[in-house]
């Protein structure tokens, strides 16, 4: 395994995020656990956003249970045929009225048809307390390291 410091472990994170448009995300009600994928965008902190009706499944277990998981391994094949992906679990929510012009902004910076969807959808944030990054090539075969 290559030894990186911690700022060159989040910008590989960042690069890989770049890579990919869609993650999927498990939500539960508290009884039932339920699977959806969504188009997402990011911060620098790594705040997955996501827009999404409030009726949804998913959504609607956010209510109820802000306890997540989200995937990302869209791109998962890097040059050279290695492994990559993003394993995380947090906490989502509705995004606030304080933070939506700047999660909007980021969010239509990488979907440019957003405002179609502004009628009936609303932004959704996960906010990771683990963050786990597979990287075949810099780890070693299945190996993962904790960012967060």
Known sequence: MKKITRQQKMLKVLDFLK?????AIGTSDGRRLWGATVFFAYDRNLNLIF???????????????KNVSVVINHAWKGPGGYIRGLQISGKAGRVSQEDSKRFYRLYKARFKWADEFAGDHFLYAVKPDQVWYIDEKLFGHFYRIRII
């Open 19 to 23: 890579l990919n448009r869609l993650m």
């Open 51 to 65: 827009y999404s009706k409030k009726d949804t499944v998913h959504c609607r277990n956010i209510e109820k249970n």
